[in-house]
């Protein structure tokens, strides 16, 4: 079963701070996706990353795949209390037969105004 | 927009009873998945299904089962329910792999969840 690591698993800063969250894992995947889930909500696609050392952004919101198609991040610039939420990577396996996702048991994020 | 609809967002029920939990997309998606999610395990994949009739079982299966009569349809099932299932309950879909694409994007679309207490 491959595992996707997320750290760190809380974070709570100011609104206005940086911010980067990490998702590793030893095994390589074809794509990887970042979700948020917002309390009470199901987890919504923020995006998909597929081709390693990719860099995408979404307003504030900045993602990259390593190089090894291992590992992504995600960093936050200016933090919003709009951006609380649990942020979730979810792995496709390389080569896979079956369709499932593996999922990062999430990071928790609270930004404070 | 994909549009996944889970049946309830907040169910109790006592132990023993058996309870159903309904999800429908609408999207004509080949997979449906059904998870649980709890503080500190995340999500754990319970049951998934890619095609009418078709079930398989993910990580934790036991005191489940699925019902997938219809595409647009997937029903997890609790036989007895039992306290230790209070969970919130997550449904997704997704599009069968297409393999003649050189990169499959796989994404997976979630209802709103259903939050189950059993007492």
């Known amino acids: 079963t491959q595992l996707l690591e997320q750290s760190p698993q809380f974070l709570s800063i100011q609104e206005g701070e940086n911010l980067t969250v990490y998702c590793n894992s030893s095994s ?3 794509s990887l996706q970042w979700y948020r889930q917002e309390p009470g909500e199901g987890p ?22 390593g190089d090894a198609r291992k590992d992504s991040s995600l960093h936050i610039t200016a933090a919003q209390p709009g951006d609380t939420g649990l942020y979730l990577c979810a792995g496709d396996e390389i080569g896979g037969g079956a369709d499932g996702l593996t999922f990062g048991k999430g990071t928790h994020l609270i930004i404070q105004p | 927009d994909v549009k996944v609809t889970q049946s309830s967002r907040y169910l109790v029920k006592r132990t023993g009873e058996k309870v159903f939990l309904e999800c429908v997309q609408d999207m004509d998606h080949e997979n449906m998945f059904w998870y649980r999610q709890d503080p500190g395990l995340g999500l754990r994949l319970i049951y998934f299904s890619y095609d009418v009739k078709m079930k398989e079982k993910g990580d934790i299966p036991e005191g489940y089962s699925v019902s997938r009569e219809k595409k647009e349809r997937f029903s997890l099932i609790l036989e007895s329910a039992s306290t230790n299932q209070t969970s919130m309950y997550l449904c997704a879909s997704s599009l069968r792999r297409q393999l003649t ?11 709103a969840g259903t939050r189950l207490s059993v007492l």
């Open chain 1, 28 to 30: 390589v995947f074809s």
């Open chain 1, 44 to 65: 919504v696609l923020l995006v998909t990353v597929v081709t390693g050392g990719e860099v995408k952004k979404l307003k504030r919101l900045t993602f990259q795949f």
């Open chain 2, 101 to 111: 694409l050189e990169i499959a994007k796989n994404i997976q679309y979630f209802g």
